[in-house]
């Protein structure tokens, strides 16, 4: 959210991917600036741009401003950028631009009727390009977005006790 506001685009990359792939996808996107944990402190060899990690630098950016920023994103500007599979053996860079994540959410509100007092799950990568209806659809309607743990999600028993948990 931070990223759109200030009027950039993200990237989605999946730590569990393998470092090859992340690595390509860091180097083909030209990537500025990468946002990650302690945990996952690796970068791709040859990265020169700025990494900024969220566990390390929390009280500093908890600091910061928390009002809106005057963003100067234009509707035809690139959101997000999601590499394929790669069905040629090498990963495509996909731009969607703000206006079509917006067609998508407008595009499924009839059928849902979305507000603020829908949960929404997110269970697999927020690298799979589906992550987008869930994410930016839950906080575009002011609903409540549960990030389902990889374990959870492979367990119907624990999944079912989340969802009855969460409402």
Avoid: C
């Amino acid at each position: 959210l931070g990223i759109l506001k200030a009027g950039g685009a993200y990237v989605p990359v999946d730590p569990a991917y393998p470092f090859e792939r992340l690595s390509f996808m860091v180097h083909d996107s030209g990537l500025r600036m990468l946002l990650t944990q302690e945990r996952l402190s690796e970068v791709p060899d040859g990265y020169t741009g700025a990494t900024l990690s969220l566990t390390e630098q929390w009280e500093s950016i908890a600091g910061e401003s928390i009002a809106n920023l005057m963003s100067s994103a234009q509707p035809a500007n690139v959101a997000y950028v999601i590499y394929t599979s790669g069905s040629t053996g090498r990963p495509k860079g996909v731009l969607v631009s703000h206006e079509n994540v917006v067609r998508l959410l407008e595009a499924t509100q009839p059928h849902f009727e979305f507000n603020q007092s829908d949960v929404w799950t997110l269970f697999h990568s927020y690298a799979f390009d589906f992550s987008v209806w869930e994410i930016w659809g839950a906080l575009a309607y002011g609903g409540k977005l549960v990030i389902v743990p990889y374990w959870i999600s492979r367990s119907a028993e624990a999944f079912h006790r989340l969802l009855v948990s969460e409402q």
